[in-house]
């Protein structure tokens, strides 16, 4: 091969190359630009997204018989707030913009296809997210704030009008109470995502169901230690985040292992299935139940 060839292949491929760069480019400026204008949505309405973020302590507070009030313990805090809530809040609206610039970036480089097996994950990440964000908001964090305002204390008075007992009362900090919050909001949200992102490494052949079953007593140690890093230190929630995340596992394996089935239809029907693998299934399945035994 000439020196001239050699120049000219090395010039086509580096061609696609910078087009997709460009393109890549072009694709997260958008990105960028949508989240930007999102932000700024958010940040002039940022008080009554505020506003329906304090429904759970709100109502926890209201059940004890006290009003609802927060206070800013720095000048600059009501500032941050607005900042914080502005970011999740932009992010939220900008979502689908950005993932349908993702999607037209990755889609023409796949084969119809792996676009049919992709898209449905694409779809389930936000609605996944948006139950498990939904749950921590609706159900873990009034129960969560019903438990932390159970510590409080009501001063007594004697006969004299001495105090007998101080009042402990709660008056909780804006930014702490959002951070707390969207703590919560995003654990849950993130959390939820387990079985898509397993379900999608099942499908490219990265786990199998039999493999998720063998190291279901690690899972559980990992779900504990995820429930302790991401939860306030009571049981309660960290309880509730267990069981959801543990249900989400066993939930992720039977989905695994309908999409195991699917595959097996679809290499039989082409003709493709080697029946070697049908009898390695059946020998594992026999060893686990000796070793269960």
Not at 92 to 97: R, V
Not at 129 to 142: D, I, M, R, S
Not at 148 to 169: D, N
Not at 180 to 186: E, G, P, S, V
């Amino acid at each position: 091969m000439s020196a001239e060839q050699v120049t000219d292949d090395v010039e086509q491929s580096s061609a696609p190359l910078i087009e997709h760069l460009a393109e890549l480019r072009t694709r997260l400026i958008r990105s960028v630009l949508a989240f930007i204008v999102g932000m700024v949505i958010c940040f002039t309405v940022w008080n009554p997204i505020f506003n329906f973020l304090t429904h759970p302590i709100c109502g926890a507070l209201n059940d004890l018989g006290q009003d609802c009030g927060l206070i800013f313990i720095k000048a600059q805090e009501g500032f941050f707030v607005a900042i914080k809530i502005s970011l999740l809040g932009g992010f939220a609206l900008a979502f689908p913009y950005i993932a349908g610039q993702m999607w037209r970036f990755v889609a023409p480089g796949l084969y119809k296809n792996e676009k049919s097996a992709f898209l449905p994950f694409l779809i389930a990440s936000p609605v996944m997210f948006f139950l498990g964000a939904a749950f921590a908001f609706y159900v873990v964090t009034p129960l969560a704030f019903n438990f932390f305002l159970g510590f409080q204390q009501i001063g007594v008075a004697g006969e004299a009008g001495e105090a007998l007992a101080p009042s402990v009362i709660f008056q909780g900090s804006a930014e702490e109470y959002l951070s707390l919050t969207m703590k919560f909001i995003i654990a849950f949200g993130l959390c939820f995502q387990l079985p898509v992102l397993l379900t999608l490494m099942g499908k490219a052949g990265l786990v199998s169901s039999e493999g998720l079953k063998s190291v279901r007593k690690y899972a559980v140690v990992g779900i504990l230690v995820l429930a302790a890093l991401v939860t306030p230190p009571d049981v309660i929630t960290q309880v509730i985040l267990f069981v959801v995340v543990y249900g989400l596992y066993e939930v992720s394996i039977r989905l695994v292992k309908r999409v195991e089935k699917q595959h097996e239809t679809r290499m039989r029907e082409e003709g493709l299935w080697d029946e070697d693998e049908d009898d390695l299934e059946d020998a594992f399945a026999d060893e686990s139940g000796e070793e269960k035994s």
